[in-house]
């Protein structure tokens, strides 16, 4: 079975957000995010009893202090306890996660990085910069990998972080999807592309 990433839509940005989603493997996940400079709406709706880490700084880039960007907190609870993390992006935007269960880690997207947290415990495993926004996660147990596609860049990225293969896009991506055993790419202007997802090949 295919696991693609399950979307995280806001409404709007005149105040926090908060989606609850279910994932394979047990997981109750809480996301709660705001723009710019709402770090303490969103953190005031934090729930007690999960241990917790600021990785803030990691989605900050230049910005000296996280909380004047936009922030969003990650509540996961697990079968053996929960756990929560509170993430930075330059941009307004609706957080991304898969369980990707033969790694066993937690993959979220939000701005412009993505974060490999171990499932079970909250631990970061790896980070990666994207350097445009997230369109979509996938992970499927016929490759070994988790498939990061942001808008101009495709990266197939390794339980420990490092980059298998990686793709530039002359045009901007607006959809992935795994479709008959491909990776098939949607752009802005309604082109699509396929792609091998096991060795980025076309």
């Known amino acids: ?16 957000h908060s989606l609850v989603s279910t994932f394979p493997g ?3 996940v ?4 705001g723009s710019s400079g ?5 953190f005031a709706l934090s729930e007690a009893g999960a241990t917790l880490v600021d990785h803030g700084t990691l989605g900050a880039g230049a910005e000296s202090d996280p909380d004047r960007l936009c922030r969003m907190e ?10 929560a993390v509170r993430l930075a992006s330059l941009i307004y935007d609706a957080p991304r ?9 937690f993959v979220v997207g939000y701005g412009f990085t993505v974060y490999a947290f171990a499932a079970r415990t909250g631990a970061l495993a790896w980070s990666h910069q994207t350097g445009t926004p997230v369109v979509e996660l996938i992970a499927s147990p016929r490759f070994g990998h988790v498939i990061v596609q942001s808008e101009v860049e495709t990266w197939a990225i390794r339980p420990d972080g490092d980059v298998r293969w990686r793709l530039a896009h002359s045009d901007v991506v607006a959809a992935a999807a795994l479709m008959g055993g491909r990776l098939v790419l949607t752009s802005v202007s309604g082109e699509a592309q396929s792609i091998d997802p096991a060795t980025g090949g076309r």
């Open 1 to 16: 079975m295919n696991e693609r990433s399950a979307p995280l839509i806001p409404s709007g940005a005149t105040e926090p």
């Open 26 to 28: 047990g997981l109750h």
């Open 30 to 33: 809480r996301a709660t995010w």
């Open 38 to 42: 709402q770090a303490a709406a969103v």
């Open 74 to 83: 990650l509540r996961v609870e697990t079968p053996g306890g929960a756990w």
């Open 97 to 105: 996660a898969i369980h990707w269960d033969d790694a066993g880690l």
